[in-house]
């Protein structure tokens, strides 16, 4: 069996289709970051990745942690600290961060491409450089000068890692029930409390562990308006070991090579971080970032799935073709992808993946341009994009991740229930991301309650003019029209849907978390194929070659095969409420 | 949190709606085994798996089995061999075995209600006598009166375990690529060759293992028409050992104290079961009741994890309601019960648990008739209903399965993807059940290029008559009124979605694997709206309770959440094969 292979080349495909030479061209910090320099420096990242992190993966999950209860230490598996050491020392865990701290100074765009890569060889391994990821991104978003000259440097060079420290035992999705106190003491705070699920809380990895910790001010707001943030080090700057340790690890059906710490906070000394009371905004600078990330952590399991199942298809033989045209006759058996369900179950997959990488680098691009474009408009329709897609891309690339990965499995049969291929770690690794960072049903209210009512619609509105536009363009194209009218259907009865979700929304809320979760998956299907409609646009002029045939047969498997499903979610949005809410609880 | 408690109330009200009254009534045999003394037996074998063997449940996966590659001897995990000898001793795996052989002689509808209980408390357990069970029906079907007098009683006391050997490292599906050689010897044949896959193949628990296996006679004709059975055992009646071993363990994402064996024969002794090169025939006898079994683990995990689900969900509050009705204002959250989405998500799972139990003894009582009852015409009508719904309940009971179980998991956030809740188990456990027994693919060729042409398309018109007679009159008894229309539509559809694909099969058999999938699933969802129908019409009836209210609500609930899919189904199932066949090999 072949290893995973890093999708250079699809990943350099979409960046074309989704433009990210305009964050290049437009965006002076990032001019010395062009296609060709950053799939260069892409391509060296990979080669790290399956060389020195995939290796590891499966040791990792079979060795797992140690927790030492004598002094609350976290053994991490072998060599883990050391392709640590080599990932940061090789810059890549800060190719995007800020330069003036040391930080390679390249767009979000080529950081959350290397994600995908990073997280197909070692999702486990990923996950340490991913969380002081989020917290560079609330430092430099929210924190004073003081406190990014004292931490940022270090987390720049991956010499501190960080945690985000939000869950508590009766406080998970509803933050408001937060009870962990953060209490002045001078020019700083002591904080006291008990958080669980806290990834890389404890590891041997880094010299320092900084978490940052969601709490109350006694004088705080109840609810989710009197949280504050706070940067609680488990080593203090003279050495000294603050009162912050680990409690034990959770046992979990995957990532075992990723503590999921249980954190108490014994009157630890921790520094504020933006304005009291305001932690959300903080969080949510962090949040943002991480749920694409899980988005993320579906495409790439369910890719890397996608090429075990391929290489095993590829050397399998069984049974005859029911096509006597395509047997086999130097041989007893056919090759399995001469079977047309094969060949389905690779497709739902391998058309999903693309459409999910395509939106990966349209909201990355998007991303780097509401952060740094110079005009405030293009700003703001960037950031409208960013805000609405995120909910969309986190539920959806991990539902779908975690189907992919299974049908991944069917093509390979028994072989793949073993651990002599990956893909059971996968399936394993790939179920937490419809979990943490917010459940997917969480996401789909993000959308529902307050991305679709957001600005008077307009986040919507600017999203359903670009499909407009591009269905009418392709609808004019011959080669396209098919796609595009059937993208069309499914764009109007998504509009015809959101329209009376929101009549019906507006008499009863609770109509919006019957049908939320239906909603979004028929938002994310319309989604993909917009995603689908402009990659084949962009290949349409071009002369055949292996990749044009490749997108117009995938994308047509996806058109005929996959986007019917967004009519089957419109029906099960249409349903309502009734059939949850007036069943007696006590007779379920 | 609650452990599994045993569906028994269910069980009965099934057996009630699916008329196992008329397998007590009219087989002699069962006279005994009225639907009260049935529901004693059950009860009493309920509460030993609850206590017994529901302990021993995660110890065993986590515990796991030990290789001792020294003497090729499979230990299992702690407890597991005292609990099968109390289980075998307490008459529990024989409930339907011969009365001749010391069996308990019960009706085949006990024992299979049995099964569900006793996989939902420990999968890997269940799977030791479940295979002996097979060699059981294969032998009382196939075996001559010196076999079945050397073998039956000690499969039937528990003394001697069974397996299957089919599989061997070229030939999974495709039984034609076999190799393994049985060579006469005397009064018996030799057999050499090696078998993957094979359950309990080598383990501590009975005294002795015999092995079914299948091989080829130096005379066979190539292909499956040449493949014969034979009994193995481990030890021959000497005592001295045959020359049967294991070569080592598969190491699994699940059902980690089941062994799952490489066996090798090197010239092992065996004896022939039924008619040389016949093979097949013996094999289906066991492999249509171990689909069957196969099916209901879907449903026994899916339950067992709703049930933990419900626990979980009874217990937790969090977050507010968006109807401000329902608020607890003695607390800071709302139980999440109030949220429509987590209802939404057991409600999914426990719709189609309760149709799946119903189809299971539906098939069950049919099971009973087919092979007992004294009117031919009897036993062939139920051997229709049998044939064509076992790849059916097979199929759409583990997929399903699979997907409930993630479901129930997502209701538990991040506590069920650990080991404190037993979900997390369950799904890597019930994973395995979509491919083996035959792939779920296997099953759809079963179903759609067997089952569906046999007799001149009899199984599927005596389908379509109960089908429709049932909704004619439920469509004129005013409460079941909407329910019989959801379900008309959905059964005209499928009417014509089978004409049109034997119309097209007529024309390109290839067309029969591109869609074979998808019309099980609408054929499923079809069937289980059957089920639901019969179980609300049985109520109907019958005065208020609060059974008769959650029928009801739930079947509500089924029709308009769950039954639609059907038609996303036949969508796709008239797509084709295009999309699939016309893509390049290499671009995949």
Redesign the interface.
Known sequence: MLGYRSPLSDIRFNLEVFDYQRVVNEIEDFEDFDLDMSMELLSEYARFCETELAPLNQKGDQIGLKFNAEDASVTTPPGFKEAYDAFVGNGYSSLSHPAEFDGGGGPATLAIAATEILIATNKSFSMCPGLTNGLIDALAAHGTDELKARFMPKFVSGEWAGTMCL?EP?????L??MTTRAVPHGDHYKLTGNKI?ITFGEHDITENIVHLVLARMPDAPAGIRGISVFLVPKFLDDGTRNGVTCGGL?????IHASPTCVINLDGAEGWLVGTPHKGMRTMFVMMNAARLNVGIEGLALSDAAYQAA?AFAKDR???????PSRNDRDD??DNI?V???V??M??NV?STNEALRGLVAWISVNYDLMHHHPDEAVREEAGDLVALLTPVIKSYGSERG?QNV?EA??VT??AG????WPI?QY??DV??A???EG???IQ?LDLVGRKLPMKNGRLLQGFAAKLTGLIQECGEIEALAPFAAALGREAGRLTKVTMELSSRAMQ???V???V??NYLNEFALVTLGYVWLRQLRHLNDHEDS?TK??KF??G??FF??VL??A??FA??AS?G?E??????????
């Open positions: 869950t009766q406080c998970g999705t509803d408001g029930l699920w959770e046992h979990k059906m995957g391929l033989k069984q049974s005859r073709s029911l096509n007893k058996a992808l079977h047309p369900d060949r389905r690779l497709l391998k975690f299974s499995l069917q049969g028994g229930y073993t651990t002599d059971e399936l394993r179920r937490i419809m979990v943490y459940t997917n049903h789909a009863d809320r609770e919006v978390g019957a939320a979760s292996p045939r490749s047969q995938t047509r498997y005929e095969m019917p499903e009519r089957h029906i099960l349903v409420k059939c949850m809410m007036d069943i007696e609880v006590d007779l379920l």
